[in-house]
Nanobody
Framework: VQLQASGGGSVQPGGSLSLSCAAS????????IGWFRQHPGKEREGVSC????????YYADSVKGRFTISRDNAKNMMTLQMNSLKPEDTAVYYC?????????????????WGQGTQVTVSS
């Protein structure tokens, strides 16, 4: 079982990045998925999550209207499109999959994690 995240990098404020996460070793279409981020010295926080059971999505207040989570079950992939990026979005971003249909923004709900990809927003 593996999650492989990609797409991080450096961008100027106002720019966009798209993070992708490919799952292998299992089929995640029945499970909740999530994107999290961790700022230096702080705890990991939920950015966006998608619960399969409720077919609902969660966005942290700080990213609403700017980030969009999506999934492609046929390709076993999930994506986080990030627009209008701000310096405070700078962090290491992680993808995660819960072994159940429901997942909140609490990292403890999630069983499998990608390796993390750095996003840096600065001028």
């Amino acid at each position: 079982v593996q999650l492989q995240a990609s797409g991080g990098g450096s961008v100027q404020p106002g720019g966009s990045l798209s993070l992708s996460c490919a799952a292998s070793g299992f089929t995640f279409d029945d499970y909740a998925i999530g994107w999290f981020r961790q700022h230096p010295g702080k705890e990991r926080e939920g950015v966006s999550c998608w619960s399969k059971s409720a077919d609902s999505t969660y966005y942290a207040d700080s990213v609403k209207g700017r980030f969009t989570i999506s999934r492609d079950n046929a390709k076993n992939m999930m994506t986080l499109q990030m627009n209008s990026l701000k310096p405070e979005d700078t962090a290491v971003y992680y993808c995660a999959v819960a072994l159940r249909a429901y997942g909140s923004s609490d990292p403890s709900d999630y069983r499998y994690w990608g390796q993390g990809t750095q996003v840096t927003v600065s001028s």
